[in-house]
């Protein structure tokens, strides 16, 4: 990241900017103004230059003066004072749905200066990317592709299944057509890639999982994930224990189900969930896709704690997307997750045994 001023005052971090501007937007009227600082917003954030530069990129010229007095703020206390003067009397607030997110400059910094052992060229397995079979942008070999050349021996492919309409999802022809294509592009590259079949089934609002235990049993992995029924004021522990303890399902993904300035996620009794996870040996992921980053760190230090296995995930839905591994291990960093209990920092044969051994 680059520094917003060349003195020794206190670095305003691109996170901060952005969090300054997507309150500011709140305060307006659905629109053009809004939608402009909003925009501003995801530039700061998605940038790992000077986050100003990245926020008038394109801007109408209203904003520029704006955000110029933000950038200027040496330090965010000052920051914070400024937003309030520009909210003319308005209180800004910051959603929840924007909590602990890391910024993607954050993410460099953190994998700079962290171990080496959990660098993204590190894993050896590429877990959790969509293919065009579901809602993705590429074919199943043009993902695999594109995981290879990032240096990759295995990768599990985990398009979602047919619970999940809006999203095409595989009913079980679909899923022995994909079948296929795994077991012919191993025959053909299996030696440089091997490539998984996995699946991403739904997790439905009574813990149980949209695809029988039968056919779970022709999926090598199991992926339960949550992407409905989100209700804030329901406790939703018992639904998770449920799909936890569901037969055949190997990964726990996204848990919370959060999205950044959308919705906060899933509320739960989070030990008890972690607990349940080690106990029946169904690993949690960490979702780097930059608007999940699920768990965030603080939830993954308390499953850290309660004993559980991690996969580093980037839910790629295109080639492009799987470079956002890196805010997984930017997490899991952050979170003190050591390298013994990232699944995918392994070799294929240690993963499969896990598969086999549960």
Not at 117 to 145: C, I, K, N, Y
Not at 243 to 255: C, E, F, Q
């Amino acid at each position: 990241m680059q520094r917003n001023h060349p003195d020794s005052s206190p670095t305003l971090p691109n996170g901060a900017l952005a969090e300054a501007l997507f309150a500011l937007a709140e305060l307006e009227a659905p629109g053009e103004r809004r939608i402009a600082l909003l925009k501003a917003g995801y530039a700061a954030i998605d940038t790992t230059g000077a986050a100003s530069q990245a926020a008038l990129r394109d801007a109408p010229p209203w904003l520029k003066p704006l955000v110029s007095q933000l950038a200027d703020c040496r330090g965010e206390g000052a920051l914070q004072a400024a937003v309030q003067r520009l909210a003319s009397g308005d209180r800004p607030r910051r959603r929840v749905s924007r909590d602990r997110f890391l910024s993607r400059a954050e993410v460099v910094e953190i994998l700079a200066s962290g171990p080496d052992e959990l660098l993204p060229q590190r894993l050896r397995g590429t877990f959790h990317w969509h293919t065009r079979d579901s809602d993705g942008r590429a074919t199943v070999e043009t993902m695999a592709r594109a995981c290879e050349r990032r240096g990759a021996t295995w990768a599990v492919v985990t398009d979602h299944s047919k619970g999940l309409d809006i999203a095409s999802g595989l009913d079980r022809e679909g899923v022995r057509l994909q079948r296929r294509r795994v077991d012919a592009w191993n025959a053909r590259h299996g030696e440089d890639l091997r490539l998984l079949q996995g699946l991403e089934v739904e997790v439905l609002e009574d813990g149980t999982v949209d695809v029988p235990q039968g056919e779970r049993g022709e999926i090598e992995c199991v992926v339960a994930a949550v992407h409905r029924q989100f209700d804030p004021d329901r406790d939703q522990t018992e639904r998770l224990l449920r799909a936890i303890a569901t037969p055949g399902v190997h990964v726990l993904a996204h848990p919370r189900g959060r999205h950044f300035h959308q919705r906060p996620g899933l509320r739960a009794r989070w030990e008890l969930v972690f607990s349940a996870c080690a106990e029946r040996r169904v690993a949690v992921e960490i979702n780097g896709f930059p608007r999940r980053q699920d768990l965030d760190w603080e939830l993954a230090r308390l499953a850290v704690g309660a004993g559980c296995d991690f996969l580093l995930a980037s839910d790629a839905h295109a080639t492009t997307h799987l470079e956002f591994d890196a805010y997984a291990c930017a997490i899991a960093v952050k979170a003190g997750i050591p390298r013994k209990r990232v699944l995918n920092a392994g070799q294929v044969e240690a993963f499969t045994a896990w598969l086999a051994d549960r």
